[in-house]
């Protein structure tokens, strides 16, 4: 029979886990990441806005309050969408078959639809009116449409039919009163009318990525570097050294607007300029751990063995030191969305219309001594809430790996 007090023995990857699990600041910031990689992996799936880059222009509907309502018709445009797969409109979006217009009230009249365009306050907004059938359908503008106001019927042609078509007016007053649309913005709208929630939620797509690939690129380059001069020393070490204190001496801000002036503006551009200015730090720690582990006796029994040096490196010496760098990977990630914020507020970053929180700051920052700072202050707090996530990771990674606290946990198990 077995000792039910029998004792167990854990790895140090398992009491690190452990450690972090009961880190409620660490745990926390693993949700916000969490949360936040699922709305950029769904992306325009759960946008209330989902064509392109959010960008839905609503012009009676611009700066409304978080909360706003409106009744919206839709005027079906005169062009051919594209099919496409739940994939590209997960990731693209998917153009608008129509444009919007905000309204008061609407009426038909003949053959036409007619509406008062949305107005603030007591004010009464334009008189408008449109054919009911180019309202609902995508006409073919090199044949005429036929509208009867006597008989009560409309013949056109539409793009994709291979012959005209016969409504009736009843019948296209029915599916334009099917097409009027109830608009709830919950966190209001920007100067063009288009929804500042959607917008918000496709920047956070942006700045995951940003900091994901430079993260990765930092990652290569400093881990490769700092192997390189921490294993060999000598002359190799002194001058991949100098390097490295040539470019930490740069200004890291200073360092991406230079790069990204000669590769050019653009989303990857960023990921590339961020990436090759972060390395630095990931190969002085790489380097420092590998030069106090590099004289170890299973190293020197590798050597003894006829192991390679590329063996040794990647199979004996990485592993035993990627600790500090999956902690230090967590602080760089939150330092490339913070880069990639400031150089989008200075014009440098994304292009318009992408959503970037910086550069949605850059954008309503002059609506901060207006009632309506809060355009400029969501983009802000949506930036220090992924910032302080990963940074509270970093930090519970840190205590959860070290050694001497690991040591003090499996003694009093």
């Known amino acids: 029979m077995k000792e039910e007090n029998q004792q167990r023995t854990y790895s140090l ?11 409620k600041l660490a745990i926390t910031g693993v949700c916000i990441i969490l949360v936040s990689i699922l709305i950029s992996i769904l992306g325009y799936l759960i946008t209330p806005d989902s064509s392109p880059d959010a960008d839905t222009h609503i012009d009676e509907i611009g700066i409304q309050k978080p909360g706003f309502k409106c009744k919206l018709i839709s005027l079906r445009k005169n062009t051919e969408i594209e099919s496409d797969n739940i994939l590209a ?13 905000a309204y008061q009230s609407t009426w038909f009249s003949g053959n036409d639809i007619v509406w008062q365009e949305f107005a603030e306050g007591a004010a009464n907004g334009e008189i408008t009116r449109f054919n009911l059938a180019d309202a609902i359908y995508p006409i073919n503008p090199a044949f005429p449409f036929v509208s009867d106001t006597v008989n009560g019927f409309v013949d056109f042609y539409v793009y994709g039919e291979g012959g005209r ?6 019948e296209l007053q029915l599916e334009i009163q099917a097409n009027l649309l109830e608009n709830r913005n919950i966190l209001g709208t920007d100067h063009f009318g288009r929804d ?10 942006i700045s995951l990525f940003v900091g994901l690939i430079s993260v990765i690129i930092s990652l290569l380059i400093g881990i490769l570097m700092g192997s390189i001069a921490g294993f060999f020393r000598g002359w190799v070490d002194d001058v991949i050294m100098w ?23 653009g989303i990857f551009p960023i990921f590339i300029a961020v990436g090759l200015t972060m390395w630095v730090e990931t190969a002085r720690v790489v380097r420092g751990q590998i030069l106090s582990v590099r004289e170890e006796e299973f190293i020197e029994a590798g050597r003894a063995l006829g192991f390679s040096n590329i063996r040794i490196v990647l199979r004996h010496l990485l592993p035993n030191v990627m600790g500090p760098v999956i902690v230090i990977s967590a602080n760089n990630f939150a330092s490339a969305i ?12 994304v292009r318009r219309p992408t959503p970037s929180w910086g550069m949605m700051i850059s954008e309503y920052k002059g609506y901060i001594l207006t009632g309506d700072a809060y355009l400029a202050i969501l983009p802000g707090v949506a930036i220090m809430f992924v910032v302080l996530a990963f940074i509270l990771l970093g930090n519970g990674l840190r205590d959860a790996i070290d050694t001497k606290l690991v040591g003090e946990d499996q003694i009093m198990t």
């Open 89 to 101: 409109r997960m990731f693209v979006g998917r153009a608008n078959d129509c444009e919007y217009h």
């Open 165 to 170: 078509i016969h409504k009736t007016t009843k």
């Open 243 to 265: 390097f490295i204190n040539v470019v930490w001496s740069i200004p890291t801000l200073l360092l991406v607007i230079a790069i990204t002036l000669v590769l050019g503006k």
């Open 338 to 349: 913070l880069i990639e914020a400031g150089l989008s507020y200075l014009g440098i970053g």
């Open 196 to 205: 500042l929630l959607s917008r918000l939620m496709i920047g956070t797509r």
């Open 13 to 23: 990857a398992s009491f690190a886990l452990q450690r972090l699990r009961r880190d």
